[in-house]
């Protein structure tokens, strides 16, 4: 049997919808023991998430107790408040100092006092080497018994070029014991010993030391040395018992001395920075711009001098 009027056909109407035809699909339904469920969870999940802040975050508990009263509960919304503030300013502060890359000198071990560290080394030379109050004693030990006058006067003038003596400038002894009336005696005297003899102590060249806002022995801090100016009185000195065994000082003249200098006079207090000129760099710097940094790298400065156009 045929039924004309049950069948779809194309119909023209005047129905025009903006988003065309809609279609609608079946909603599943959802029970009431799901919602029940996912009621539960969530309740479960904001008891645990407020059990943490109460335990974990100082004064969450107080703001969330019920028995608490209002001001109480103000106070340590502010008091909360104020911390997460501040947590969240100091990590930026500290993100920014890392990114920056801010330079640090750190000393390579603060447990030790610090002549004791590397360290650039102090050195205080007199301009007279000579202690004249132990010349007869000098003239005791080094000349022989009962010498002649000719002996006596050529010692005499060479503790005077020791006085103003360097090891740079041996030159104006090397004449003088060239001279055939210098008596053999004279001569044979080992010119190391004489210069230690006369030269000043530590106690005749210091009164008192402060270092480091700490009263200290100077003759502890201070120890004798031969520097390209003569014997001198050195603080933090790379002179060890080792190296005493060596008696020989292989150097060039000026290798090791200044040009810069400065002339105490005496009975005055002195206050001495001293800056190093050879440091030692991490590698976590490289990241850092030279110019910030003030140095370049010797892999760089190859590199640099490589590309260089003569």
């Known amino acids: 049997m045929y039924y004309p009027n049950e069948l779809a056909h194309f119909k023209i109407t005047n129905f025009k919808h903006p988003d065309g035809l809609l279609i609608f699909k079946d909603q599943p339904t959802t029970t009431a023991p799901e919602i029940l469920a996912k009621k539960q969870v969530e309740k479960r999940l904001a008891q645990r998430l407020l059990k943490f802040c109460q335990h974990t975050i100082h004064g969450v508990n107080h703001i969330w107790e019920p028995r608490t009263k209002p001001a109480v509960r103000i106070f340590w919304c502010l008091v909360v408040t104020t911390a997460l503030i501040g947590c969240i300013i100091l990590y930026n502060t500290v993100t920014q100092r890392h990114r920056e890359g801010i330079l640090v000198t750190v000393v390579e071990s603060s447990h030790l006092p610090i002549h004791t560290i590397r360290f650039p080394a102090v050195a205080v030379c007199p301009l007279n080497h000579v202690n004249w109050m132990r010349y007869h004693a000098a003239e005791t030990r080094f000349l022989p018994r009962y010498s002649a ?27 003088f014991l060239k001279i055939k009336k210098v008596p053999r005696s004279v001569r044979n005297i080992e ?46 000195s790379v002179i060890s018992k080792e190296s005493r065994i060596k008696k020989v000082l292989i150097k060039e003249e000026d290798e090791w001395s200044d040009t810069l200098f400065h002339i105490l006079q005496k ?4 206050s001495l920075m001293v800056t190093p000129r050879i440091s030692e760099t991490s590698r976590n710097t490289r990241h850092i711009d030279p110019a910030k940094r003030k140095c370049l790298f010797p892999v760089i400065l190859l590199h640099l001098i490589s590309n260089r156009k003569i």
Not at 267 to 270: C, G, L, P, V
């Open 149 to 175: 006058k000719e002996a006596k006067t050529a010692f005499y003038n060479l503790v005077i070029l020791l006085e103003r003596m360097t090891f740079t400038r041996l030159n104006h002894v090397e004449e």
């Open 191 to 236: 010119l190391s010993e004489v210069a230690k003899f006369m030269s000043l102590r530590c106690d005749e060249i210091f009164s008192w030391c402060v270092f480091d806002k700490t009263q200290m022995d100077c003759c502890k801090i201070f120890v004798p040395e031969y520097t390209g100016r003569g014997e001198c009185m050195v603080f933090n």
């Open 267 to 270: 009975n005055t207090h002195n």
